[in-house]
């Protein structure tokens, strides 16, 4: 974490913040919590489809962990939002496609355990790295939503990275899968590292993550467990981006349809 | 063994039960405690299971986060009993692979009530409410079934259900206090699952094949009819205070009895559903013997993956 700002936004009461300060931190809040938001969403997708008994109640509990980090995102976010009649539903819910955040890694699709684990795999990673980091923020709420999701996303590190060993390392045929699911997601990775203007303006601040510092040390993190389940690591050189600007895929669309529904349909009610 | 002693350890085991004792794995008990304890565990299972589905058809559209977490951790519960129960059956003798099997080829059956379709948002009310609380009237008397294993993973499930039954009935008088569309919503789900609320206690005594028996093992504890009656009589107060009406044109309280008297059921119904034909058996059973299916390159990779590591701390050892 740099700190090479002299004013220090998290010092300010909220009223006081400038509105280009404000809206940086919602920008801010919301590209980290969108990715909770669309993995957790794909997660809950999976409930009650799973290869056993065991890794459905895995998936679920990493569902519920990065839907509960979400609430205390959008939480904060609602206050600092210009909005004042926005909530966390709101927020999660009424937007339109452009203006959701995530990276495109997390969208998507749950084509089979193997695509579930490495997506999962490749999204902890760089979740625990990030939530390392933000532990340090000069915002204190963030500091303390990071502090409390590091010990769930520890979990869901161990969990991805001990099926992609078994995966990697088990049979012929679910190394050849989990190889194929490594390479078709790799394209996504490098967008995690991608700073849109809000993140470079919170890094000044001192509150956001300087996440070009993470790269190498992912890449060390996920090679390391790849080899060792003797899996290949991808030398691809060409990545996909666009989601941290509102350029998704076209998963997208559909999973806002489904998450969508009720608070579309039903209008200004609640529940 | 002789008939006699056997007959002579069938009358200690009679009388063990009769004291209130609980039944081990270890020790000794007839056959048909064995067998009907497998059916009625491994059944109760399934449900747990089979029931993940008609919620977890909710989760992806929970109308908001608060609600998207309760559903995600009760499904998750509900995946915990499972796991708790299926244990609990496997100290008989019995393999969960063996335990699968029996439900993917129809052998095992489950609660009929999930083989009926969740539509609406409310459902995710209404079966919190009288299903759960279906379910919690057949499991309290369990808490104190006979057969160990059983009964302590009971004692935890009922904790856990009625939670659920809260949870629902939450939902519904937020529903019953909302727009007009809120309210018919909730009007509508408990039109569509008050009876078959009704059939999951079971078939009437008279019908019931299981019930004897299993009285005397404490399997259970009062019969079908009487829970039923119970479950109406704790549940018509409660449509009252949500401001909804119970549909059943019979439904009346009487004096006389202490009781409400209800009108006919339809067992046409119930027993098409048992039987396969409901509106949704054919797709719960598709999704979970998909699930399975598609599972099974993971589970095998996962035993090949242990397999390959007991192996290869057993060669580190020898060269040591």
């Known amino acids: 974490m740099t700190n090479n700002s002299t004013t220090d936004t998290s010092s300010l009461p909220l009223g006081e913040m400038s509105e280009g300060q404000r809206g940086n931190l919602y920008n801010y809040i919301l590209g980290i919590a969108d990715n909770s938001l669309i993995l957790g969403q794909r997660l809950g997708e999976l409930c009650g489809h799973g290869p056993s008994l065991e890794t459905d109640i895995a998936g679920t509990n990493i569902s519920l962990d990065l839907f509960g980090q979400v609430r205390s995102y959008f939480q904060y976010a609602a206050q600092i939002s210009s909005d004042n009649d926005a909530t966390e539903d709101t927020i999660a819910f009424l937007r339109i496609e452009r203006q959701y955040r995530n990276v495109l890694l997390v969208e998507q699709p749950n084509t089979d355990f193997g695509y579930t684990i490495v997506r999962q795999f490749l999204f902890d990673a760089y979740h625990l790295l990030f939530l390392r980091e933000l532990e340090k923020s000069n915002d204190e709420t963030l500091a303390a939503i990071a502090k409390k999701s590091i010990k769930e996303v520890s979990y869901h590190w161990r969990f991805s990275s001990d099926w992609i060993r078994r995966l990697g390392d088990g049979t012929e045929e679910s190394h050849e899968r989990v190889q194929e699911a490594v390479t078709d997601l790799w394209m996504y990775t490098d967008e995690l590292f991608h700073q849109t203007e809000a993140d470079q303006a919170m890094i000044a601040e001192g509150i956001g993550v300087e996440t070009s510092k993470l790269k190498e040390i992912y890449y060390k993190m996920i090679s390391e467990v790849l080899e060792e389940a003797t899996l290949e690591v991808p030398e691809g050189k060409y990545f996909h981006k666009g989601g941290k600007q509102g350029i998704h895929s076209e998963y997208m669309g559909y999973i806002l349809s489904d998450m969508q529904y009720m608070q579309r349909t039903y209008p200004n009610m609640e529940w | ?320």
């Open chain 2, 1 to 320: 063994m002789s008939e006699k002693e056997v007959k002579n350890l069938e009358e200690i085991f009679e009388a063990r039960i009769a004291r209130d004792e609980k039944i081990e794995p270890k020790d000794w008990m007839p056959e048909k405690y064995r067998k009907t304890h497998i059916r009625q565990i491994s059944q109760h299972a399934h449900s747990e299971i089979v029931g993940m589905l008609p919620e977890g058809n909710w989760i992806s559209r929970a109308p908001s986060l608060r609600r998207k977490v309760a559903l995600l951790a009760k499904v998750q519960d509900e995946a915990g009993h499972g796991l708790y129960l299926y244990s609990a059956c496997e100290t008989l003798g019995i393999s969960r692979n063996e335990l699968y099997d029996q439900l993917h080829t129809g052998k095992a059956k489950y609660s009929s009530i999930f083989n009926y379709p969740t539509v609406t948002w409310a459902d995710m009310g209404a079966i919190g409410w009288l299903v759960d609380g279906a379910a919690i009237i057949n499991q309290v008397p369990l808490c104190s079934t006979s057969y160990g294993p059983y009964a302590r993973a009971m004692i935890r499930v009922c904790k856990e259900e009625s939670f659920h039954q809260r949870q629902g009935f939450e939902i519904m008088l937020k529903l019953a206090n909302g727009t007009p569309e809120q309210k018919d919503m909730a009007q509508d789900a408990l039109n569509r699952w008050w009876w078959p609320s009704l059939m999951m206690l079971g078939p009437t005594d008279a019908e019931s094949v299981h019930t004897a028996q299993s009285m005397k093992w404490k399997l259970k504890r009062k019969t079908n009819d009487e829970l039923r009656q119970q479950f109406i009589d704790q549940t018509v107060p409660q449509a009252d205070l949500l401001g909804l009406t119970i549909p059943d044109p019979d439904l009346k309280w009487n004096e006389e009895t202490g009781h409400y008297d209800f009108g006919e059921i339809d067992w046409d119904e119930f027993w098409q559903v048992v039987k396969g034909y409901g509106p949704s058996n054919k797709k719960r059973m598709k999704d979970r013997v998909g699930a399975w299916e598609e599972g099974t390159w993971v589970r095998d990779a996962a035993m090949a993956y242990a397999e390959k590591k007991e192996k290869r701390k057993n060669d580190i050892k020898r060269a040591i």
